[in-house]
Each structure stands twice: as structure tokens, then as C-alpha cells.
């Protein structure tokens, strides 16, 4: 099968993992904020947010773990769209750098 028969999310170079776990964002004015994420994977995230972020906007986040064996996932990240949902906005961010 040639790749543009194959369906996109075939396409993607990383796996991404279904979540609904709580996460902390922090914008570039330094308020801070819970929202859900709902996906991960190695390049980028999908987070549920109540209010809108514009696109382009650097944000810190910090999803922590429910093991004393593995850190919080903390990173810098871009937002690259921000959609209307019923309930709130859909974030769909680009890792930037994972700082830890």
C-alpha cells in the first residue's frame, strides 16, 4: 500500500497514548492552571483547558505520576491550535523541550 493511500494516523512517528489525567499549565504571564490530558505522545499533547490559549503561546507543564518511581513529565511546550469544545477548549500542543 503507498503512503498516500494509508490513513493518516498511520502516518504518525509516535504512538499516542489515550489519558484523562490531570495536568498544571503555566502560561508566559506566570498564572498557573489544572486541565485535563487527554492524549500524549513522544512530539505532543491534546489537553482540555477552560479558557483559550492563543496560538504560539509557550506554556510549562507538568503532568505528574502516580509512581514514586518515575518523575512528573514536566515540559516546555507551543501551542499549535486551540479549538472550541463543549466543554471548554482543546489544546493540541508541540513538545518543545522535555525538562524532565
Request: hydrophobic share 35%.
Amino acid at each position: 500500500m503507498s503512503m498516500s493511500m494509508k490513513d493518516y494516523s498511520e502516518k504518525r512517528d509516535y504512538y499516542r497514548m489515550q489519558l484523562d489525567s490531570g495536568i498544571q499549565i503555566t502560561d508566559s504571564l506566570g498564572r498557573s492552571f489544572t486541565a485535563i490530558c487527554r492524549d500524549l505522545s513522544g512530539t505532543g499533547m491534546q489537553l482540555l483547558v477552560s479558557e483559550a490559549l492563543e496560538e504560539g503561546a509557550e506554556v510549562h507543564t507538568l503532568l505528574p505520576t502516580t509512581s514514586d518511581r518515575f518523575p512528573p513529565l514536566e515540559t516546555i511546550s507551543k501551542v499549535v491550535r486551540c479549538t472550541p469544545s463543549a466543554d471548554g477548549y482543546l489544546l493540541g500542543l508541540s513538545i518543545v523541550q522535555v525538562k524532565r
